[in-house]
DNA sequence: ACCTGAACACCGTTCAAGT
DNA sequence: ACCTGAACACCGTTCAAGT
């Protein structure tokens, strides 16, 4: 058996378990799902997934990492578009997990991990923010309030799925300061 | 026995639970709260419970409606203040519930019954912000978009405590459309 | 009508035992 | 090192039995 076979085996049955739980979170919900039902979709026993993570929220934080590591990995390509371009295509990505978006917000001043990891999405996500703001010209002074505004109208639109043009409208508010015409 | 003395008893009972319930979801949150600690603080067993209310979802559906009452009462106390005030308001009474804000968000889109509630309540303060953003004078046309910026930003303030400028930056560029000086 | 103790189903987690 | 079946603790809920 060669020396270097089972490390390739635990990272993959890690990511089969973590991608199984990424669905059923997305589709069913965090608290609605069962670990008995991530076990069987991975094709494991329950007590198999507690060799490979700590608890059920240890998992969430698992999926919650990879998610963003693969939005992250995927935005690499769009380096050369707009700020406000990549904005609104992490929007989309997000959207179709508002119900994990939710469930961070739940669980983060309850637990202090989930609330850590939360913390640290907010300083990446308002980073970019502000950096995109900046180069659309928007003055020093305002760009901190504007980018405080602009991330949560950005998980209102998340949590409050909007007809297209309405969405669009609020958008538009947002970054010209006054509504369609 | 006199005919009116078991309602008014019900009623009072009934009242003690959704009470005691109120603040365990405040405080410690929907979810980790248990029927059997609900019972407790309001002095009954954890059955009784469920001669007054369905299940744990309906408890959940009682005390929002509770708090909803409590604060819309409270609200006729300052007509005479001006909706920005009202709004202020408003939004400090719903700081101390955010977990609870975050509960229905997050049941919302699982729980027939919360998605509803959601969607009233969001009707009704909808339709207060956009009532205050006329009387400001701002045109018809923008008022839409600018009552669903507003709503955003309040919950995403519920939801992201800031430093009391912070937040005040936050909402005078909403209002003026300029941050701080 | 109202309340209860005992019991049930379900779920996250642990553990002793296997390979 | 990795995996499992059996068992445990806990929780929402039900039910037969009481007053």
Chains 1, 2 share one sequence.
Request: hydrophobic fraction near 45%; glycine fraction near 6%; avoid cysteine.
């Amino acid at each position: 058996m060669p020396r270097n076979r089972r490390p390739q085996d635990r990272e993959t049955k890690s990511a089969e378990i973590v991608a199984a739980a990424a669905t059923l979170f997305a589709d069913v919900g965090y608290e609605k799902t069962t670990m008995a039902a991530v076990a069987r979709a991975a094709g494991v026993t329950t007590t198999t997934i507690y060799w490979y993570v700590e608890d059920k929220e240890a998992l969430l934080l698992a999926v919650l990492d990879h998610l963003l590591a693969t939005i992250l990995g995927d935005l690499e390509q769009l380096v050369d578009r707009s700020p406000t371009d990549q904005l609104l295509w992490i929007v989309e990505r997000l959207q179709e997990q508002s119900r994990l978006v939710t469930t961070v917000h739940a669980l983060a001043t309850t637990s202090e991990a989930v609330g850590a990891w939360h913390d640290g999405f907010h300083e990446l996500t308002d980073a970019m923010l502000a950096e995109g703001l900046r180069e659309v010209g928007v003055p020093e002074e305002r760009v901190p309030a504007m980018t405080r505004l602009g991330v949560f109208a950005i998980e209102g639109l998340l949590m409050h799925p909007l007809p297209p043009q309405e969405q669009r409208a609020v958008l538009e508010l947002l970054t010209t300061g006054h509504g369609h015409g």
